[in-house]
């Protein structure tokens, strides 16, 4: 039978006022009682209710939390940062792994409702209607990371996707390439998707860079679509002798597909990829790729979620635009 | 304003008992009358308090999950299959990310507990007194994934270690290796220390090849250790040709090593990983590796955690010990 509040009351020789008092951290309880009192609690095991206590204070602590996928690096890595920030805040999360099933979104988004979550985070931008109509209906604050969804009610963390894209196709130019391919993502994603690959097609049209259609090929930020999309990419003639891909897992299906064919990263075909996760250390040669701040992204979110949970009135119009970094590995090769 | 139960009975024309049956999935209540009752909710947007629910009934339907590191592949593929089986069943997870961090694993034990969370996993096995102590007496199931604490009165889901290290070195002896270096992880754990490193011994001593001190060292299970170790195991005179170490994330860490020393896998050296992560297929040459059934591991935990926690009398005395797998790649090859 666990311990009850009147049980440490009782052995503490106070009032249960007195150990609420305590609980609650409030003044006006001297500082030998509030001792006893702790020791008591500690010799019990006494732990007041989080259930009893949120239904008092209307204020739960816990942030639900939408990952597409777990076992991405850089959704790992985000989701790390977020839970450190959380953590430090005393906000506990309630993870789930939706893996592009709605079904299972809208399902989980029922239950922070139930749950009485103060906050939640969404790191996709593939809303359907029902899941926007029911996120518009929340009195929970929300907030997107590392995406934008298309309406603009919510505040995103992200960086500019469009910027970041050309600047890679840039670099790639610079370094003398004129037949740059491009690895997409899926254009029904505004931010991942569509600036990626504007910004690509801007960077070649300012440098009066041919654009070939046969050169552009769109995947699903993964791996095998990566090496499947690399190899349609080989049989064109002529061959490309760079490629830029949107995510660093494409960026090293990419190579392994190079690599498998007998032709070499970067003498035969140079590669740069996108996000900056652990991947491109763990690769031969090191892969080069545009990174996202993704430890700044995860803490950002966390803290401007609490902002908006503490203040209501608190509402930044604008989004939090991070910066981008391009960081040069092995992987591409001046051809000058 | 959030709408209440009474608004629903309200405006449903209906007795709040009649809402409360319909929310409960209580039989005796007419199809139309639940028909009705249905549409209000949905009108109003009525969402039944979670929190209020689990006061009456004892029963959160929160699994605590305490992970040593979220950004390790190995552990977020766990996780995610966890996350799967335990929301097919109308679970919900509570993720702690500890990072060898105890105080903070004993803050989340807390939370855990006040949150009256019905079940809890741990997948780590360094449990100091402080927390042995605390999930000792707990009333809450607890159960162990992938790894086996010292004392036994929890269950836990695992391989043979030290028959799957055993079976690995075993298959480089086979190769024709002589001189067989390891890399181990830490010797305080049990499951993927010690048993790791006895099953590497015995399979030498059996086949009655030289054990070396010099050819052993021991890492933390991450890629920059097995970088920084193969390179002291590059030093040694005469060169290991085959590593086995406990970790692909470690094997990987060697492999590059060896690569930016210009020397080559298998044909300098060969080496075989352990867990049988996503690594092993992202890298190149592809990692051989003994495998451990990670998808498997996820759901047979959350499925007996269940069953511990609807049948408080069920109680597996025995380990669920799962079968391993070796998974010859392109890292190893015959010297015979």
Redesign the interface.
């Known amino acids: 039978m666990?311990p009850k509040i009147k049980d440490v009351a009782k052995k503490a020789g106070v009032s249960v006022t007195t150990v609420s008092r305590v609980l609650n951290g409030e003044k006006y309880v001297k500082d030998d009682l509030k001792a006893k009192v702790k020791r008591v609690i500690d010799e019990l095991?006494y732990?007041?209710?989080?259930?009893?206590?949120?239904?008092v204070r209307k204020k739960?602590n816990l942030i639900g939390v939408i990952v597409p996928?777990?076992?991405s690096?850089f959704y790992?890595?985000i989701?790390?940062s977020i839970?450190?920030t959380a953590?430090l805040n005393d906000y506990?999360?309630?993870?789930?792994?939706i893996i592009e099933d709605t079904d299972?979104e809208l399902?989980?988004l029922?239950?922070f409702?139930?749950?009485?979550v103060d906050g939640i985070i969404i790191m996709h931008e593939k809303l359907n209607d029902e899941i926007r109509n029911f996120i518009n209906?929340l009195?929970t604050p929300v907030i997107f990371s590392s995406v934008r969804p298309v309406d603009h009610k919510f505040v995103s963390v992200i960086i500019d996707d469009y910027e970041a894209a050309y600047d890679a196709t840039r670099y790639l130019v610079d370094l003398g390439h004129e037949r740059i391919a491009f690895i997409g993502g899926d254009m029904r994603d505004i931010t991942s998707g569509q600036n990626r690959y504007v910004g690509y097609r801007n960077a070649l049209k300012d440098q009066r860079v041919p654009i070939v259609n046969d050169y552009i090929r769109f995947g699903d930020y993964k791996?095998q679509s990566g090496y499947n999309l690399m190899k349609e990419l080989l049989a064109c003639e002529p061959r490309p002798t760079a490629l830029f891909a949107v995510s660093d897992d494409m960026a090293?299906g990419a190579?392994?597909c190079i690599?498998?064919h007998q032709l070499k990263v970067p003498d035969d075909i140079s590669i740069i990829g996108f996000d900056g996760s652990?991947?491109t250390?763990?690769?031969?040669p090191r892969l080069s790729s545009m990174e996202q701040p993704i430890q700044d992204m995860g803490k950002i979110t966390v803290n401007t979620l609490i902002e908006l949970i503490s203040d209501p009135a608190f509402s930044p119009r604008e989004d939090l635009i991070l910066g981008h970094k391009l960081v040069v590995r092995d992987s591409c090769r001046s051809i000058q």
């Open positions: 666990a095991g732990a007041p209710s989080h259930i009893a206590r949120s239904l739960t996928d777990l076992t690096s790992s890595t989701l790390s839970e450190e953590s506990n999360l309630l993870v789930c792994n299972k399902k989980y029922n239950v409702k139930e749950m009485r209906k009195d791996t090293v190579m392994n690599h498998d652990q991947l250390e763990l690769v031969r």
